[in-house]
């Protein structure tokens, strides 16, 4: 006579087990989608503009406060330090871990930063992104591609861009990586 285990394999036990009879458990899903991703850049480059308007029609203090707003709203300052490397910023200040260096680098005026002209105070009238690949994986979103900026001049700037989006306790997206640089000229 041939004897057979009739035993269950012991996760699918566990699993009816745990299954008779339990109640609904919460589901949090966390993970980042592309639309997500997108409207983040979105977003930034519109609130770009505006501190820009901000500053011609209001001033610099009007510009910095809509700067502070835009800060708080799209980095991830308030979790920790930001992996910020801004197009036009070199030697020891190069990159802007902490909150008040990406403020300097937005809309200048800081005597602690004093190469830094402000760059969202440049004119910029239109934005537009044009993502070369978007890597997702769970709650952090990865992006690289162009940034195209056209100035009240008609004048375009196309920036070399990565991001990395992380997603917060409150499911809001914040920027934790910004890497920003002019795009290569041959013969360099």
Same mark, same amino acid.
């Given at each position: 006579m041939?004897?057979?285990n009739l035993a269950l394999p012991a996760f699918i036990a566990t699993a009816l087990a745990l299954g008779a009879g339990a109640v609904s458990a919460e589901v949090v899903n966390n993970n980042i989608t592309e639309a997500e991703v997108?409207? +983040?850049?979105? #977003?930034? %480059?519109?609130a770009l503009i505006q501190i820009s308007d901000r500053y011609a029609?209001? %001033?610099i203090d009007k510009a910095r406060e809509k700067a502070e707003q835009v800060?708080? +709203?799209?980095?991830g300052y308030g979790q920790g330090a930001v992996l910020f490397k801004p197009t036009l910023a070199s030697g020891e200040q190069t990159f802007r871990i902490a909150r008040e260096g990406a403020l300097a680098y937005f809309v200048g005026h800081?005597?602690?930063?004093?190469?830094?002209?402000g760059f969202a105070l440049k004119g910029w009238k239109s934005?537009?992104?044009?993502? +070369?690949?978007?890597?997702?994986? %769970?709650d952090l979103a990865l992006t690289t591609g162009h940034v195209r900026l056209t100035d009240a001049d008609g004048q375009e700037t196309i920036v070399d861009k990565?991001? #990395?989006?992380?997603?917060d306790e409150q499911g809001a997206l914040r920027i934790v990586l910004h890497?920003?640089?002019l795009p290569y000229a041959p013969g360099y």
């Open positions: 041939i004897k057979r997108k409207a +983040a850049q979105e #977003a930034w %480059g519109q029609a209001d %001033g800060l708080d +709203a799209a980095y800081d005597e602690s930063y004093p190469d830094d002209s934005y537009s992104f044009e993502n +070369a690949a978007v890597y997702i994986n %769970g990565s991001w #990395a989006f992380k997603k890497h920003s640089s």
